[in-house]
């Protein structure tokens, strides 16, 4: 079974079971994955309850795990110049965390944004993002989001991140966003290798439509309707070797033990890659 791509856990898959970093940490390497991708607010609450962030980056090197992106909310990208001014403050903390954990990037997605924003707007806003992320050591990466009003959309990402203008730019990628946001999936195969961070994988149903489907309503790769055969094909045509991060918020998954659903998340992932590929 192939291993071109790199599979991680986005805790959110088990999210619901409220585990804490800790726990998080030894489900995801136990179930087999060789990366993780946190929140930035169970690591807080990590933090507050007296953990040590150097313990947990010893916990997380222990195990193999690499840390290629964690989940934030700043407020980056929003028109108000306050607003904005503490978004970027408060990106410059939480890649500060990750740096210390040992990680690399961090999700950067439209949160906060009320109503559209134009897009060489937002580019120069990224570009001020990613100078911060330079200065830390932590990339940050342009994540769209398909039920937002702004930066909803692969192409809309892909612009301002080029646009930005800024040598490590880059972006997020989701299944379930290109399908709730009306994303083409044949546009992946315009990318280059180092155009996408992270590609976040998860499927959805036929039912209900796109526009009213939730995330709530994601499935387990291959249970869906979603073109995963062309995804991960478009995807290795591209020469992209990066991370494929199992991101779900499914309640029915979250009555499950942590480790069941970690390892369901992994072993459907690598079957739905092997289809693809023909292997």
Known sequence: MSERFGYCLN??????QKLGIVEEVRVAAEAGYGAIEPWIDTIR?????????DDLRRRIEG?????????????WIVDDPA????GLEEARRDMDLVRRLGGT????????????????AAAERYHALLEVGEQIGVVPQAEFWGHAPTLNRLAEAVLVAVA???RQACILADV?????????FEGLRLLGPETIAIFHVNDYPADPPREQVTDAQRVWPGDGVAPLGQVFG???????????SVELFNPAYYAQPAADAARTGLEKTRQAVAEALGE
């Open 45 to 53: 609450q990590y933090q507050q309850a007296g953990g040590s962030v």
């Open 105 to 120: 990037g961090i999700a950067a997605p439209p949160a906060g944004a009320d109503g559209p924003i134009d897009p060489f």
């Open 164 to 166: 930005s203008g800024h």
């Open 234 to 244: 478009d995807l290795e045509a591209t020469g992209f070797r990066g991370w494929l």
């Open 11 to 16: 805790t959110a898959t088990i999210r619901g």
């Open 83 to 86: 607003d904005r001014a503490a």
């Open 63 to 75: 195990v193999g795990l690499k840390v290629p992106g964690a989940i934030g909310f700043a407020h």
């Open 176 to 184: 379930f966003h290109m399908h709730k946001g009306g994303s083409r």
